[in-house]
């Protein structure tokens, strides 16, 4: 495929250049971390995102990895760090500008949010003089997303929701869609573009974005973890900024049509009958919602055949809280959740491999 500056990549690359992020100039072959200072909080003390960017020997396209938008999304956050520790600046070519931490204020007060309730992934293109969330988003796109030629944007599901490795992009645009497939999650989402987030003002300027989903806030995931970090590498050898190695190909994504949220039909305990990446079908029971005696209890059941890619954790529901996020396909539902059962194997392996290595680099 063609990068963003117009050449094919090939196995001879020339010598790469140096990159700027805000102010701060990296050298070929070299990598720097950055802080990038995006607002003051009352205290006068400085709120600043930390940065690290790797500059290749060798020229190639700029990726830029960020996660923890949401404060309390920890797993990306993990992932960037095992993604540094994999990364030779000397044999890499083009760039690679790592932000585990976006919204700093929410990860120091383990919240999604912001300090005004602001969801940052809804405040893109920001304000210079704006609020906090306005300035950081404003100043992050700014100083650091459009020096970048893609974006890969790691989430997790919201506090008490864990969500099955998945990929959303706007799959309309070409390179997007070559990109997220590259990934190799076994679900692919054709998600709309929101107002105000990270993926739409990147596409408004030709910057294609894919958006990570995998595990729980406010916790480590290890299989949605390794998904990540294994995704990225992908990623960057597919753009030529890895070796090709010779592994065993990734599966091969199902895109899903839709999805929907089944929620729940009156306040009590839940008792899930599901789990992640399960095919339900129609009329299948999902959930038991019951009160704390268990005199009144209602069934919650699938409105549709599909596969569960979401589910609450917290077993205390209010009625129309969604806890069961089901998937729906074009494919025969057997065959995405034998893909779903195949990629949780091969990531499970790939995860046991690396902590084995890292219990003897320790």
């Given at each position: 495929m063609r990068n963003?500056?117009?050449?094919?990549?090939?196995?001879?690359?020339?010598?790469?250049?140096?990159?700027?992020?805000?102010?701060?100039?990296?050298?070929?072959g070299q990598r720097a971390v950055i802080d990038l200072e995006v607002a003051q909080l009352y205290t006068h003390t400085p709120l600043s995102i930390p940065i690290e960017v790797i500059n290749g020997a060798k020229e190639g396209p700029v990726l830029l990895v960020n996660a923890?938008?949401?404060?309390?999304?920890?797993?990306?956050?993990?992932?960037?760090r095992q993604l540094l520790g994999r990364i030779d600046e000397s044999r890499l070519k083009g760039t690679v500008v790592?932000?585990?931490?976006?919204?700093?204020?929410?990860?120091?007060?383990?919240?999604?949010y912001l300090p005004d309730r602001r969801d940052?992934?809804?405040?893109?293109?920001?304000?210079?003089?704006?609020?906090?969330?306005?300035?950081?988003?404003?100043?992050?796109f700014n100083q650091v997303v459009k020096h970048c030629n893609y974006v890969i944007d790691l989430h997790t599901g919201a506090i008490h929701r864990s969500n099955l490795p998945q990929i959303r992009a706007n799959l309309?645009?070409?390179?997007?869609?070559?990109?997220?497939?590259?990934?190799?999650?076994?679900?692919?989402?054709?998600?709309?573009?929101?107002?105000?987030?990270?993926?739409?003002?990147?596409?408004?300027?030709?910057?294609?974005?894919?958006?990570?989903?995998?595990?729980?806030a406010l916790r480590f995931d290890p299989i949605p973890i390794a998904a990540a970090v294994e995704g990225v590498m992908r990623v960057m050898r597919l753009l030529g900024m890895l070796r090709k190695t010779r592994k065993k190909s990734p599966i091969t994504p199902v895109i899903a049509r839709s999805t929907s949220w089944v929620r729940a039909e009156q306040n009590g305990i839940l008792r899930s009958q599901?789990?992640?990446?399960?095919?339900?079908?129609?009329?299948?029971?999902?959930?038991?919602?019951?009160?704390?005696?268990?005199?009144?209890?209602?069934?919650?059941?699938?409105?549709?055949?599909?596969i569960?890619?979401?589910?609450?954790?917290?077993?205390?529901v209010n009625e129309g809280?969604?806890?069961?996020?089901?998937?729906?396909?074009?494919?025969?539902?057997?065959?995405?959740?034998?893909?779903?059962?195949?990629?949780?194997?091969?990531?499970?392996?790939?995860?046991?491999?690396?902590?084995?290595?890292s219990s003897m680099l320790g």
């Open positions: 963003r500056r117009g050449r094919e990549h090939v196995a001879r690359a020339k010598p790469n250049q140096s990159i700027t992020i805000s102010g701060v100039s990296v050298a070929p923890a938008i949401h404060g309390d999304e920890l797993n990306g956050v993990e992932a960037v790592a932000v585990p931490v976006v919204n700093v204020f929410g990860l120091i007060h383990k919240s999604r940052l992934n809804r405040c893109f293109p920001g304000s210079e003089r704006g609020s906090i969330a306005g300035r950081l988003a404003y100043q992050f309309s645009n070409e390179t997007t869609s070559e990109i997220a497939h590259a990934f190799g999650t076994p679900i692919i989402i054709d998600a709309v573009l929101r107002d105000g987030s990270l993926r739409a003002i990147a596409e408004e300027h030709s910057i294609p974005v894919i958006t990570y989903e995998g595990g729980e599901v789990t992640l990446g399960d095919r339900v079908d129609k009329g299948q029971v999902l959930a038991f919602i019951s009160d704390p005696l268990g005199r009144s209890e209602v069934e919650v059941k699938a409105p549709r055949e599909g569960v890619i979401g589910i609450q954790t917290l077993p205390l809280d969604a806890i069961v996020h089901i998937a729906f396909f074009y494919a025969e539902n057997r065959l995405v959740q034998e893909t779903v059962e195949t990629y949780i194997d091969e990531v499970m392996e790939q995860a046991g491999e690396e902590l084995v290595m």
